[in-house]
């Protein structure tokens, strides 16, 4: 049997822990554990068993029923290939080398579970703003994150802006506030009637999607 699908499609031959196998894909070689986003396993091989997990504790549950921002996690366990997607988004890793990262929870696809996580909320951000509770990532080990589309890195050494539902993770080393537009719907973001910015300030870096995040088409019941 012959197709170009037996090409650049076939399962990745790296031993890494996390590998990308393509760049909406990714595949952990799992010998142990690992966390993931309920509802993101593809296809596996091997012997492994999924968890639900919540939010990860009352105090991170409580966060997530008055923020939204949290996740709802699986502990993957076993020994085996198991392959992660979500809707076809772009997939990147972040390695940490005991050092942190902030990511918008809903772009965090799988971690290491040796890392600690936790929501924090943006300082200065009212309620009215939205989408202001983040996931910071401590410790050494990977985080795979989901992006629609291609993101850029902006390296930030003066204010930088970026719509809320587009940036998706920075460096815990700078300092966030929310900044309001009245009356600038139609001109920026997706807004109608007025627009919320995250500011970030101090050295470091932010990464922006080239989205403001997927849209839910309205249904009926």
């Known amino acids: 049997m012959r ?5 650049t499609n076939l399962e990745s031959a790296t ?6 196998q393509n760049s909406r894909m990714l595949r952990v070689a799992l010998d142990g554990e690992v966390m993931a986003r309920q509802g993101s396993m593809v296809a596996y091989q091997g ?12 105090g991170r549950m409580f966060k997530k029923a008055f923020t939204g921002e949290g996740m709802s996690l699986m502990k993957v366990t076993g020994r085996g290939d198991v392959f992660f997607a979500d809707d076809a988004m772009e ?4 390695n940490l080398e005991n050092d942190s990262l902030t990511v918008n929870g809903s772009n965090v696809i799988a971690f290491d579970s ?24 401590t410790g050494t080990g990977t985080v795979a994150i989901t992006s629609h589309g291609t993101p850029v890195v902006l390296n930030v050494d003066a204010p930088t802006y970026a719509d809320i ?9 700078l300092t966030t506030s929310v900044r309001r537009t009245a009356g600038a719907g139609a001109l920026i973001g997706r807004g109608s009637g007025e627009a919320f910015q995250l500011v970030f300030n101090g050295q470091g870096f932010v990464v922006v999607q080239a989205s403001e995040g997927r849209i839910v088409a309205p249904h009926s019941h």
């Open 91 to 94: 997939i990147h890793l972040v």
């Open 114 to 137: 040796a890392l600690t996580w936790d929501i924090k909320r943006v300082e200065g951000a009212s309620m009215m703003a939205g989408g202001v509770f983040n996931t910071t990532f």
């Open 15 to 20: 031993t890494d822990r996390f590998t990308l």
């Open 47 to 58: 012997e492994v068993d999924f968890a639900y997990q919540g939010s990860g504790g009352m």
């Open 165 to 173: 539902q587009a940036a998706i993770a920075w460096s815990t080393s």
């Open 3 to 7: 197709s170009e699908l037996f090409g």
